[in-house]
């Protein structure tokens, strides 16, 4: 037996209930074990098993957070993020121009093609959060509260996104600084990247300019797509230099969230304007419904109005008709009176 590598029994998670069995989850093909191989191959047995603890706890995280989830889904998933472990592990260790698609498809037991199923772009592979990323900012602006500012809802977005930080080892959050320099130093990584920064400006833009009424190519709404895209810039830069400077845990996570508040901030002083002109949009089309109500019923009670003139007119021409009728029969009365009784 190993003995460099901890068993089950000498964790320190031991006394704690069981975490879900991710192996139950996974369909045929790439399994823990087979990452787990991988990565204790790549950069040693205790980060190996760091990682597997962690990858538990997430997954734990995850399914609480998204009970509804369905077993064909929650696989489809779980062989994803395997897939995409193991190909970051892969790129960490040995450079990402330096490792071919077939290599990482060979290593976790699947064709290339099921990896292209999967991820349409070797850079996906490690940019595998980037879809959840924009739609979880435009469903935060899409969804805000009439009192919730446009920044207010991205940070909520922002914080949501960061919890799930919270159950990385702070000897694994020690490897973000190498992730982030991988990105910056790999050209196809960085386009990538650049490409995901872009996405959230546009969503971004786009909402907002919904929001507003506007056309999202008018410069409002697109400088401060720009701007709040930004925001999530900053968590990442400020998580990479807080690490470096040896802030863990709480300390690390009230540090990040302390930076991204302070540039919120400053940017609420700039969309402040362009609140304003969303709300001058609601404004706007409430004043038009009002409008378009008070219109419909001044067109209601015209048409009433002339139905009953019409009526009216139809009524007065009828008694019009029948008095002269009366004056006719009187005439003829007075005039056979006037004649006498036939045969005088």
Do not use: C
């Amino acid at each position: 037996m190993d003995t460099d590598k901890p068993t089950a029994a000498d964790s320190p998670d031991a006394d704690r209930p069981a975490a879900p069995d991710i192996d139950e989850a996974l369909p045929d093909g790439p399994d823990d074990d087979v990452l787990h191989r991988l990565i204790s191959d790549e950069m040693g047995d205790r980060i190996a098993e760091v990682m597997r603890m962690t990858r538990r706890a997430q997954e734990a995280w995850h399914r609480s957070r998204y009970p509804e989830e369905g077993l064909r889904e929650r696989k489809r998933r779980l062989t994803r993020q395997l897939i995409s472990d193991a190909a970051t592990t892969m790129f960490a260790t040995r450079g990402f121009d330096k490792v071919r698609v077939a290599e990482v498809a060979d290593r976790v037991g699947v064709s290339e093609k099921t990896i292209y199923n999967y991820f349409p772009t070797k850079e996906s592979m490690v940019l595998d959060t980037a879809d959840e990323a924009v739609e979880a900012l435009a469903e935060a602006l899409r969804n805000r509260a009439p009192d919730e500012t446009i920044t207010a809802a991205v940070v909520r977005a922002i914080n949501a996104d960061m919890e799930r930080f919270d159950n990385v080892p702070d000897e694994l959050r020690e490897f973000v600084p190498a992730f982030v320099s991988m990105i910056e130093d790999t050209p196809a990584l960085r386009a990538a990247w650049l490409e995901l920064h872009d996405r959230l400006a546009k969503v971004a833009r786009d909402e907002l300019a919904a929001q507003a009424g506007v056309d999202p190519r008018e410069p409002e709404p697109t400088v401060a797509g720009r701007a709040l895209a930004g925001l999530a810039e900053v968590a990442l830069e400020s998580r990479v230099r807080y690490i470096q400077e040896g802030l863990k845990g709480d300390e690390l996570r009230t540090a990040v969230s302390g930076d991204i508040e302070r540039a919120s901030r400053l940017l609420e002083t700039g969309l402040w304007s362009f609140s304003l002109m969303a709300l001058g949009a609601r404004a706007k089309r409430q004043a038009r419904d009002v409008t378009e109500a008070a219109e419909l019923t001044r067109t209601q009670v015209v048409a009433a109005m002339e139905q009953a003139r019409t009526a009216f007119k139809e009524v007065r021409r009828q008694g019009q008709a029948a008095m002269r009728q009366v004056r006719a029969d009187v005439r003829a009365q007075r005039g056979d009176r006037r004649r006498g009784p036939p045969g005088r």
